[in-house]
C-alpha cells in the first residue's frame, strides 16, 4: 500500500479545559492536492501547526513523510511550508530573496533561482524589489522561496487571502501547475468556490472535529439528490411530501429533490403518479451547500 505524505491519527490539541482539536484522522497521499477546509475557528490552523511539529499535540499522532511530526526535522528539505504571510525582505530584489533563502537552507541542490521563477510565472522580474509587487506576486513569491531545492510536499495555509481575483486566478493556476510537476499538496482555506475547483480531496473541519473526509467526488457527489423538470408540479409536491423528499430547490417547472433514493426510483414513483418527466439527473452538490449541511447538522445535534 502506498504511504501517507502525512498521516494525522486520533489528533487532538487542549489548552487546558478548552477542546481546540479533538478525534482529528486523515491521510494525505502522494499526487493529493488535499484541503484543510472550515470556518475561521475551526481548528485548521491549529491542525496545520501540529502536523508540522511547531506545536505539541495532546494526544493522538501525526507522521509527515515517515516521521513524527515533532521530528520533521528528519524530513530534510522534502516539506515546504508557505503561510498566509508573505514573510520577505521587502528592500530587496526577487533574486535577492531566492538567494538568501537558499544560503539560509544551506541549499546545494534542487530547483535554483531561474527555475522557480519561471515555475510560479516571475520570470524577468528578478531585480523588482519585493516592496514593489502586488499581493499576488508576493504570495507568487513565497512559493518560489518554498519550492526552491527539491521539496515533495508543500503545505499552504490560506494562500488566497486578501488577494483579488486577478491574483487568486493566478496562485489556483500555479497550484494545478504544482501537483502536476509532481509534488503532493495541503491547502487550508475557508475560499469554497475556489477549493471546489482545485481540490482531489479534502478534510471539513468544524469546532474542532472532523465533519467530513473524502474525495471531492465522495464529498459532493449526488447522493439521493436529484434535479427534475416536469409537467405537474402540484402532483409532484404532493409526491415529495407523501414520500418524505426533501424539495431543496424550485424554480418554475423544475425541482431538486432530495430523496435519499435512486434517481431510476424517483422517476419511477413520478411516472406511476402520472408525472410526465421532461427531465432527471443526478444533483451534484457544492462545498457551500455540504458546509450548510454540516454546519446545520452540528447545531441539531445534541
Not at 33 to 61: D, E, M, Q, V, Y
Not at 116 to 132: C, H, I, P, T, W
Not at 228 to 250: I, M, N, P, R, S
Amino acid at each position: 500500500p502506498t504511504q501517507p505524505v502525512l498521516a494525522v491519527r486520533d489528533l487532538g490539541k487542549r489548552y487546558g479545559s478548552q477542546v481546540a482539536l479533538e478525534g482529528v484522522s486523515f491521510d494525505v497521499l502522494p499526487g493529493q492536492i488535499f484541503g484543510l477546509l472550515g470556518p475561521n475557528g475551526s481548528g485548521k490552523t491549529t491542525t496545520l501547526t501540529c502536523a508540522l511539529g511547531l506545536l505539541r499535540h495532546s494526544s493522538g499522532s501525526v507522521h509527515i513523510l515517515g516521521h513524527p511530526s515533532e521530528r520533521i526535522f528528519e524530513t530534510k528539505g522534502r516539506v515546504a511550508v508557505v503561510f498566509d504571510t508573505p514573510v520577505l525582505l521587502r528592500n530587496h530584489t526577487i533574486l535577492q530573496n531566492l538567494t538568501y533563502g537558499a544560503r539560509l537552507r544551506n541549499q546545494t541542490k534542487g530547483r535554483g533561482p531561474k527555475e522557480v521563477l519561471e515555475l510560479v510565472g516571475l520570470s524577468g522580474l528578478e531585480k523588482r524589489k519585493a516592496s514593489q509587487l502586488s499581493l499576488g506576486q508576493m504570495r507568487r513569491l513565497s512559493i518560489a522561496l518554498a519550492l526552491a531545492g527539491s521539496p515533495e510536499f508543500l503545505v499552504l495555509d490560506e494562500p488566497l487571502a486578501g488577494l483579488d481575483p486577478i491574483g487568486v486566478r493566478e496562485v489556483m493556476a500555479l497550484l494545478g501547475r504544482l501537483r502536476h510537476e509532481g509534488l503532493t499538496l495541503m491547502v487550508s482555506s475557508h475560499r469554497l468556490f475556489e477549493m471546489e475547483r482545485l481540490l482531489t480531496h479534502a478534510a471539513v473541519l468544524i469546532e474542532g472535529r472532523l465533519a467530513a473526509l473524502g474525495s471531492m467526488e465522495e464529498l459532493l457527489g449526488a447522493g439521493g439528490r436529484v434535479r427534475v423538470e416536469v409537467d405537474d408540479l402540484e402532483k409532484t409536491l404532493g409526491l415529495a411530501q407523501q414520500h418524505a423528499w426533501k424539495v431543496l430547490a424550485q424554480r418554475d417547472q423544475e425541482l431538486t429533490i432530495d430523496a435519499g433514493s435512486s434517481p431510476q426510483e424517483v422517476n419511477r414513483k413520478l411516472v406511476q403518479a402520472g408525472v410526465g418527466v421532461e427531465r432527471l439527473a443526478p444533483a451534484r452538490s457544492s462545498l457551500p451547500d455540504l458546509f450548510e449541511q454540516l454546519v446545520d447538522a452540528r447545531e441539531d445535534s445534541p
